[in-house]
């Protein structure tokens, strides 16, 4: 089943202890991007990346970094998580990013406490 | 600035009415516009795409409009069903400089409840 996952789901963690949120998609998609969702608040994109080894900024990147060393993986780094980034997590890809359409993962609630 | 404002924030309907949300837009350059659907706890899901040049997209009981003059797109849901519940999003797509891909930008979505 062509898919997008992310892991975990739910996460509560306590101030400067660093995280890892994965992601993985099995379709192929070239492009990969992170989002962040928070009440009242449209999606709004962490880090994107077009292809392997090719990152960059989205509207909100500070705080988080991220790495696509292959294709179907784009993990997101919370090196020193702060509680402003409590928020729900997406990671979403699509083939390409003109009129392609986004696959989105179920998303990962992170509280930082 | 690049803004997507959507309307109404919520809407209640009784099953079986229809209804029309609203998405106003002032991002440019354009590049498309998307509406999703996101059910509560999950990811958003694609419902249409449409380019300037697209007035109207219809996926099953969901139709799109689009006036790239008046930077305005509504979604027309027909015979609403329960399971219509969700929040909807309308995303407005801009060219990156250096034709680096595409900046979205979403809206904050109208939620809608359908009551039996």
């Known amino acids: 089943e062509a898919q997008v996952t992310q892991n975990p789901r739910y996460l509560i963690t306590v101030t400067g202890k660093k995280l890892t949120v994965t992601c993985s998609q099995n379709?192929?998609?070239?492009?990969m991007s992170w989002y962040r969702q928070d009440p009242g608040l449209g999606l709004r994109q962490i880090y994107y990346?077009?292809?392997?080894?090719?990152?960059d900024k989205g509207d909100v990147p500070e705080g988080y970094k991220v790495s696509r060393k292959e294709k179907r993986n784009f993990p997101l780094i919370l090196e020193s998580p702060s509680p402003n980034q409590t928020s729900l997590y997406f990671c979403?890809?699509?083939?390409?990013?003109?009129?392609?359409?986004?696959?989105f993962g179920s998303g990962t609630q992170l509280s930082v406490l | 600035k690049n803004q997507v404002e959507q309307s109404p924030q919520s809407l209640i309907i009784l099953e079986g009415k229809n209804c029309t949300l609203q998405?106003?837009?002032?991002?440019?350059?354009?590049?498309?516009l998307r509406w999703y659907k996101q059910d509560t706890g999950r990811g958003p899901v694609s419902l249409t795409i449409?380019?300037?040049?697209?007035n109207t997209k219809s996926n099953g009981r969901y139709t799109a409009t689009l006036d790239a003059d008046t930077k305005q797109s509504s979604l027309h849901i027909t015979a609403s069903q329960l399971s219509d519940s969700a929040s909807y999003i309308c995303?407005?797509?801009?060219?990156?400089?250096?034709?680096?891909?595409?900046?979205?930008?979403f809206g904050g979505g109208t939620r809608l409840m359908v009551k039996p």
């Open positions: 979403a890809s699509s083939p390409a990013t003109t009129n392609e359409k986004l696959f």
């Open positions: 379709m192929n998609h070239e492009y």
């Open positions: 990346s077009m292809n392997v080894e090719v990152t």
């Open positions: 998405c106003n837009y002032t991002v440019s350059p354009f590049s498309n």
């Open positions: 449409m380019t300037f040049s697209e």
């Open positions: 995303v407005v797509s801009r060219n990156r400089r250096n034709n680096a891909g595409n900046m979205l930008t």
